[in-house]
């Protein structure tokens, strides 16, 4: 945690070790009961349930593992799992919602210090050296209650603009799924094994070659590299023979699929892009068969029914009015997906005003 050379006029810097006292759990998941009365804190965001307590008071509780470190504020009883910290016992100069936002405004502090290779993880240390600015009391519950009202507002604006965002990307799902169950009177009703082939991928060593031409994609359409060779041609639906099977992908270009990859490809009775959008309404967990990761095989494939126009100028008229549909739904996303991340933009920068003195 940086030292401070500029101060707001009558703001003193604190250590949050000589303000607080600052404990772990003592618990492990195990002791967690869902039928228990006293929150329990593990290193998720989840608040679960515990027969015991082990604290009563206001306190700040972090993670001590993890990717972000954010506090929570808790009044009553609880108890905590060994790697979650508790700060508690603030003096009486300081306000403890004051602290939480600091922390909060601080939390990539907690990022950049913690360690491990794999899980980072945070040590006692990292939180008693913590160098807080604090200005007088009167002063810190001045700033709690102005950024109380002001995140409020934010948070009801961050949830409509989530809710828009998640409504938007329900309208689209909805039209391509009432596209393929209010299916017309003219519609042919076929197996896929007779309608599409599905090619299986193959390992890409042999095949594998920085300079290619031809990506190696996976089952989620990771490029795995490039080859001089490809088993599908461009307009195949690929989907996750293992793994990722619930997200087909339109490849418009040559590729080589990988041995956890299908690659489904049209027969003349159906358009390519008729097909994919098939794919995207079909719930392929359906058909899992995995016991730890997702798996679909081959002959569960073929079996699954589809039903289409038979004119193909009927189905590029579907496929038209979908990829309209789903441009606009994109366009509303980004300009939801914006919103959002301005609010938080925003509130970043409030933090920044309250710390440096400007409210």
Known sequence: MCKYKHLPKG?????????????????NAVDADINGKYAFFDR????????????????????????????????????????VYVIFNFHNSVHIRFVEYYLIFSHKYFEEVAVGATVKSLRLRHFTEIQIPFPSLSKQKFIVVTLNK?????TKAEAIAKTNLQNAKELFESYLNNVFEDK??????????????????????EVLNPNGKYPILGSAGKVMGYADKFLCVSGTTIIGRKGTINKPLFIKTNFWNVDTAFGLIASDKLTNE????????????ELDKGTTLPSLVKKDLIKITISFPKLKNEQKQIVQ??????SQVKKLEVIYQQKITDLSELKKSILQKAFNGEL
């Open 11 to 27: 703001w003193k810097v604190k250590k949050l070790g000589e303000i607080s006292n600052i404990k772990t759990g003592k618990s």
């Open 44 to 83: 998720s965001k989840k608040i679960k349930k515990s027969n015991r307590f082990l604290f009563d008071c206001e306190s700040l509780i972090i993670p001590g593992e993890g990717a972000q470190f954010f506090p929570r504020y808790y009044s009553g009883k609880f108890d905590l799992h060994q790697r």
């Open 150 to 154: 002001t995140f409020a507002k934010i």
């Open 184 to 205: 017309g009177d003219d519609w042919e009703e076929k197996t896929l094994g007779e309608v599409i082939e599905i090619r299986s991928g193959r390992n890409q060593k």
């Open 274 to 285: 008729f097909l994919y959008y098939f794919c995207r309404s079909f719930n392929f967990k």
């Open 321 to 326: 009015k979908l990829e309209q549909l789903q």
